[in-house]
């Protein structure tokens, strides 16, 4: 290659940026889905199901995202699993996304106030009910605004992956820039893409934000 | 689970509630110190008494809110404290009403009504409507059917929310406190609900402030005083108490 910036250097950044949201999308429903549990999980009945739950949460939480990348493609490689970079990647972002929305989810759980948990016993709701006609649709309403807002740090911790040979955007202007040697245009047309991405998620998280004030019920 | 039992068929005259000498604490602040009383089928239980005196945990022993630490209570023929007590048939029973009314607030007023009987029940969706329309008639909401809690006033909502807990057909009503959050201006429409279904023979216990309230509804009236009963008996001790605290807590009005 070499020579000046043209218009396949920008379809390949396109390809790697479709990639960063298709690993976003992976990490947003394989996350949520394990966080959904994984917030059950900390609110759960029992003390063992809690116990683990929490461990989980701060192991990950106190480890490096990218050590997780690290470990789930070298590490696993080294003891004989061939694993491909987007399985690594996948896996590495649900694992980690997985700690973090199950903790927020936890929060939203528990900011449904204690006297709807009560109103529901003394109609004889059980347990489970009582999370699924009850907590749970309040506690969704309380989740949407800061579940899109961690959607941009999701978008902008794929860019981890390319350290594991994940093509996406940022290892697209990686490989672009080894054969250009134009950082400083080339980052920054990253940069912009990234912000592009995000901008409208931080956006749309306050706008939830304020409507979710806005239409809060008037409890005593 | 055991297979359900249902509970002896209790002699006609038997109480739907009755405390035996109740105990309760929380840690090492004693807050039920041997109650005993008990409420027969029709009659209204009025529990008054100063904030602390242990009223409000007594009512909520009996729907099993709270665990207690030493004696009986039974209600509608089932040991309340029996640790092996089937809570989910209890609460079948025992309808109770909240100080903050405590609807879902994500669901209509029907829909607020009817989860219950078609959940717990069920009541086939159909007739669960009906019911709805029933209950909320008899609180005078009828046409409140599709409003969300937040459109209601405070009233209103105490009152869709008895209406939520008749819904069940409960064999006794609880009432904790439930005009006290409410502005002075819409108490009445709430008390009258009650008085309504006292005067149909629901058997009711109410924790209460209201001494006027009380003294018009009450079969009997259950002085609470530093985790004891106090003094107890018919609505005429509110106006010739027996004992110095009771006149004292009268003539204060609280």
């Known amino acids: 290659m070499g020579g000046a910036l043209n218009i396949n250097h920008l379809l390949f950044l396109g390809h790697g940026a479709l990639w960063t949201i298709g690993l976003s999308a992976i990490a947003l429903i394989g996350g949520g889905s394990f966080g959904f549990l994984i917030a059950l999980g900390r609110v759960s009945p029992s003390r063992a199901v809690r116990l683990l739950a929490a461990t989980y949460v701060q192991l990950i939480q106190g480890t490096p995202l990218l050590v997780i990348m690290f470990l789930s493609f070298f590490g696993l490689a080294a003891l004989g699993f061939n694993i491909s970079p987007l399985l690594a990647a996948g896996a590495s972002m649900t694992i980690f996304v997985a700690a973090y929305l199950g903790e927020i989810w936890r929060g939203c759980i528990e900011a449904v106030p204690k006297q709807q948990w009560e109103a529901a016993e003394g109609l004889a709701l059980s347990r489970s009910q009582r999370m699924v006609k009850v907590i ?30 994940f093509v996406e955007l940022t290892r697209s202007g990686q490989i672009i820039n080894n054969s250009l040697f134009e950082p400083f245009i080339i980052y920054s047309i990253i940069a912009v893409v990234y912000f592009s991405l995000c901008y409208p998620l931080s956006r749309l998280s306050r706008r939830l934000e304020r409507s979710a004030l806005q239409k809060k019920p008037a409890l005593a | ?153 405070g009233g209103q909502q105490q009152r869709a929310a008895i209406a939520r807990s008749l819904a069940m057909q409960p064999k006794v009503m609880l009432f904790d406190e439930v005009t006290s959050a409410l502005d002075p201006e819409l108490t009445g429409e709430v008390l009258k609900v009650i ?31 530093k985790g004891k009963v106090h003094e107890a008996g018919p609505a005429g001790i509110l106006s010739s108490p027996s004992t110095p605290e009771l006149a004292q807590f009268v003539g204060t009005g609280f």
Do not use: W
């Not at chain 2, 509630?17 to 039920?32: D, I, P, T």
């Not at chain 2, 009996?62 to 007590?85: H, K, N, P, S």
């Open chain 2, 1 to 153: 689970m055991n297979a359900h039992v249902n509970p002896p068929a209790a002699p006609p005259n038997a109480p739907v509630v009755a405390l035996r000498n109740v105990h309760k604490s929380f840690g090492s602040l004693k807050v039920l110190d041997g109650v005993s009383f008990s409420v027969g089928r029709g009659e209204v239980t009025v529990l008054i008494g100063r904030s602390g005196s242990g009223k409000s945990t007594a009512l909520r022993c009996i729907d099993r809110f709270e665990t207690i630490d030493g004696g009986e209570i039974e209600v509608c023929g089932r040991r309340v404290d029996d640790a092996g007590l089937d809570v989910r048939a209890l609460r079948q029973d025992v309808g109770i009403v909240f100080q903050s009314y405590n609807l879902f607030p994500h669901l209509t007023i029907e829909e607020n009504i009817t989860l219950a009987p078609h959940a717990v029940k069920k009541v086939p969706k159909a007739e669960a409507r009906a019911l709805a329309a029933k209950v909320l008639a008899q609180v005078g909401l009828e046409e409140k059917l599709h409003a969300y809690p937040e459109q209601l006033s």
């Open chain 1, 136 to 165: 749970l649709p309040q506690a969704i309403r309380l989740a949407t605004p800061p579940t899109v807002g961690f959607m941009v740090q999701i978008v902008k911790n794929t860019s981890l992956a390319s350290v594991v040979g």
């Open chain 2, 195 to 225: 008085e309504a279904l006292a005067a149909d023979g629901m058997t009711m216990v109410l924790v209460t402030h209201e001494m006027s309230f009380a003294r018009g509804i009450a079969d009997q009236v259950v002085f609470m005083h």
